[in-house]
């Protein structure tokens, strides 16, 4: 069991500080930025996502809500679960083996348990709560619902109080240079350096090294150096935020060690050599021309053949200088790579750029979306030399960053990184701390990049901002650990980060693994970090970071958000990642990516990176798909806010606990999203076709357009206010409607998992939608088929003019019989498979399971004996036989075995005010019993009442099964019942039904079924 130090030493030291020092305090400095953020534009509005904590377990088998748990630990270590604080229990003692016991008359965590060696310390901060924006009201004619910010023009002083104008500086001395190449800067020396008049051109510093008390300080003067390593103890400085420098400055890493050996590589990164090392109190400051924007949209479409290329905004870009035109298609390297680097010849009105060469390709710019355009040339560059690059095509220079000083602004990094060498990428701020308003990297670019673009590592309060990345192998921009916490990433461009490995078509198959379990890759010499088998352009390891306003084009995904249930890297701080749900993403973009993977999205919460064990080492592990296990699980709520996806395979996936959409767009996408647990989406827009039609020729046919799909058990999602736009049967979708384009869909082909009552919707949207494509149910006869349900809540999901139905909420349930026929005013959809009821009391839907579960049949009957459906279990596979239909009327269990004297019944599901009456058959003189319940006189008093009753009339055991799982989630005003997941059972899910049928009576095993007559 890990202790914490701090409460050690307050132990030993003064006993009055165990309470400080174990206290749980809810207050986090962790959360201050958004906070204030959230406040300032008036966006917290406190319904991000509801509460799902579960309770847990105490020791005398009742259930404690943590909500309800007292905050502070009752003295002795203490961990944080679902947002609270318990203490070690102080003995071993485990009788129950639930991991929990009790002290004082309070819940204590077992020290031996893994609820108290995988929970967070109580010194660890809370993650903070969820940034939300406020969400949009839609329209048949809504063309745009996500709100997407583009970075303010900054203001452009004259330059003044340049470093290299300075009082006080010694002129750069030739004889400080030896014969080796090696020079030290003079302590206490500020030196100027005039360019190449000081340091001639093919001059080679293989060691340069400026002191602690000294500075380099280079002039506004056009110069290249080549450079092998150099050492920033002191400053090195060229401009200022208030002087950037104009002239076009060069710096080459070179060596003359021959790179193509991989000795001679590993001596090199061993060395922390070929680039910029800034010790822990050195400063860097680079500042070159400021253009603005960095990065801007195509405001027309450029086709190919084309040497003109239409902006969305005036930029200030010159002629001379390169830019990349980023992929309009929807996949991107290794299948297809149609980004277009081009230089510009001269620009006209801003916004009217002449290129030098025609493009190859097409490149989208129509109304609906727009791809990418970024400034790839600054007058500063740092950058690989060729012949480096061409002897070791993924080994160049680097800058690593120990100390909390260093500001890039306005420079070109290119052909850097050392490919799976640790540590060694473009810009690696390392180890740096809290770097509040000292350092940062903006207005830059970087490109053909040997392995990501920033990284930030342990690192917090850092800016990354402004910024074009292309071409770059791994994960781009990068938060190492895991740990790093109240960074901003925002008006960044990512275009066409690489997967790490092979990418022959063998290869790239296998990255489609098996559905929603993905590819398991451990760390190797080929794979430093296996993550970046599944690169992205943003790889956010820490939710509690500010994400705003970024674009993201082509990876295994655009935005990577990895489960990482402990830091890794040896970092000291012992938090959960996983923990710190994602809290202020906002205004991000991304598109051409999920491509690898049916099962991903653009926007990706899923995939898990941790430490396990290999012959006695750790090393790193990374499933690319959905983990189970609740140690693995995302459980944080997480908010999505104002993004705009598009050419995905879905615009979002997430598969976690908690996730929200808010302002969500889906335009050539695959799906909306594809969303797990309590989730819900808030104002949305998901088009099906648009008229970027010569990008999607090649859709694969399980990948139709389609909008969202509801899952087929143990989830819960709300769809408020969204657009379903341009869904038309597509005739070469085959015999499968689930591969047909369409707006809704449910999720039928599992014939082992039955969904309980989980959808509600409300305010739904259909624009050129045909009625046969609005929902897609495919009626199979499986499990998930009989049993789809969904609560309309104001009949916008299925309202048909003339369908005869009243306005307001709907029950919709499967039409594959006539099992979810409530009433005689239902009404069946034939093209959509449904039957579609008012949702009136007390029908809503019940989910209960039984076992033994063989050959089941179900037949439903009202309790005022009208409606007769039938709904059965036909195959002894199912996990269990779970049954889910509209509550409020009678469920008679046929045994095609027999009666068996005892079985057990789950109520997985009986929502507030509303009843299950469960009967079956039996021989006269037999009588049932349920232990523990109330036993009625007759079957009217048992009608009449209102908990757990039983009673045996006219043959036949009836027991009237009172709500369980109260409560529900809540999301944008709509609420699902809450559920039980079967096959975990508690006191208050199972109870045992005695038939009173003993094995020897025969007549129990021949007994006929009859439905019963109610009074």
Known sequence: MRASRTYWICLVVAASCTTLAVGCSEASSATEDATADAGANGDADGDASADSTSPQPSADGSTEDPEDASPDAPGGPSVRIDGKCYAICQTSSDPDGDGWGSENGAACVMPASSLATSSPWCETPVPQTSYEAPSLSVSDETTSVAVIPRPP??????????????????????????????????????????????????????????????????????????????????????????????????????????????????????????????????????????????????????????????????????????????????????????????????????????????????????????????????????????????????????????????????????????????????????????????????????????????????????????????????????????????????????????????????????????????????????????????????????????????????????????????????????????????????????????????????????????????????????????QTDPNLLRRTPEVFNNTKTFLCEAGITHWGNSPRAVNLESWDNGFLAKLFGAASIHGGLSVGRTGNTANQSSRPRSYYQRGFQFYDTRTQTILRNVVFRNYQHDPNSGSLSEHDSCALLGMTHSDQFTPQQMNATSGLHFVNVSEGQRICLGNSGTLASRNFNLIDNDGSATFINGDGLPAGPRLVGSGYSDAWRTSSACVHHDAWGLWICPLDAPHAVASVGTVPNANVQVQLYGIDNTCRGTNHYSAVEYIDAQITAPSGTGWHHVFPGGVPPTFDVQTLQVPANSFVVLSFTLPPSVTCSVAGWSASSSLTSLLASTGATYTTAQNTCFIRIPPTNLGSFTASGLSVANMTWRGNPSPTTYFTVNTGCAPSNAACQSVVSIIPTMP
């Open 153 to 626: 023009k900054l203001a452009l002083d004259p330059p003044h109080n340049c470093p290299h104008s300075a009082s006080g500086l010694t002129t750069w001395n030739p004889s400080w240079l030896g014969s080796d190449g090696v020079v030290a800067i003079p302590p206490q020396t500020r030196v100027l350096v005039h360019g190449n008049d000081d340091i001639p051109a093919g001059t080679l510093l293989r060691q340069l090294t400026i002191p602690a008390s000294s500075e380099l300080i280079f002039a506004d003067q056009a110069a290249t150096f080549r450079v092998t390593d150099i050492e920033v103890a002191g400053a090195m400085r060229l401009g200022s935020p208030t002087c950037r420098l104009q002239s076009d400055i060069r710096f080459e890493f070179d060596t003359d060690e021959d790179v193509s050996s991989a000795g001679v590589r590993s001596a090199i990164y061993d060395r922390m050599g070929l680039g910029i090392m800034v010790d822990s109190m050195g400063v860097l400051d680079v500042f070159g021309t400021r253009h603005q924007p960095t990065w801007t949209r195509l405001a027309a479409t450029a086709n190919a053949g084309t040497r003109q290329l239409v902006l969305a905004e005036s930029v200030d870009w010159q002629p001379g200088q390169k830019l990349i035109v980023a992929t309009s298609d929807r996949y991107d390297y290794p299948i297809r790579d149609q980004n277009e680097v081009r230089t510009i010849t001269s620009i006209n009105g801003g916004t009217t750029v002449t290129i030098d060469a025609p493009l190859a390709y097409r490149h989208y710019g129509g109304p609906e979306y727009q791809v990418e355009v970024g400034l790839l040339s600054h007058n500063i560059r740092f950058a690989t030399a060729d012949r480096i690059l061409q002897a070791a095509p993924t080994f160049g220079g680097h800058i690593m960053v120990h100390s909390k000083t260093a500001r890039i602004s306005g420079a070109e990094l290119y052909g850097l990184g050392q490919q799976n060498f640790i540590g060694r990428y473009p810009i690696h701020f390392h180890l740096s701390g809290d770097v509040t308003g000292t350092s940062y990297v903006t207005d830059s670019s970087i490109w053909r990049s040997n392995w990501r673009c920033a990284v930030l590592h342990r690192t917090d309060h850092a800016l990354i901002s402004r910024n074009v990345a292309y071409d770059v192998f791994g994960h781009c921009y990068y938060l190492e650990d895991g740990v790093e916490m109240n960074n901003e990433l925002s008006y960044n461009l990512a275009v066409k980060p690489k997967i790490l490995g092979p990418i022959d078509q063998a290869s790239i198959d296998a990255l489609n693994g098996p559905p929603q379990t993905g590819f398991t890759l451990r760390q190797s010499s080929e794979y430093a970090q296996p993550a970046d088998r599944a690169a992205a352009g943003f790889y956010i390891s820490n939710g509690n970071n500010r994400i705003i306003g970024n674009a993201a084009s082509g990876g295994f995904a655009g935005f990577s958000f990895p489960n990482l249930p402990k830091a890794i890297g040896g970092s000291a701080e012992r938090i959960d990642p996983i923990l710190y749900g994602v809290s202020h993403f906002d205004g991000n973009t991304a598109h051409s990516a999920g491509y690898f993977w049916g099962d991903t999205g653009c926007v990706y919460a899923g995939g898990t990176l941790r430490e396990v064990d290999d012959g006695g080492q750790k090393v790193l592990e990374y499933t690319s798909g959905r």
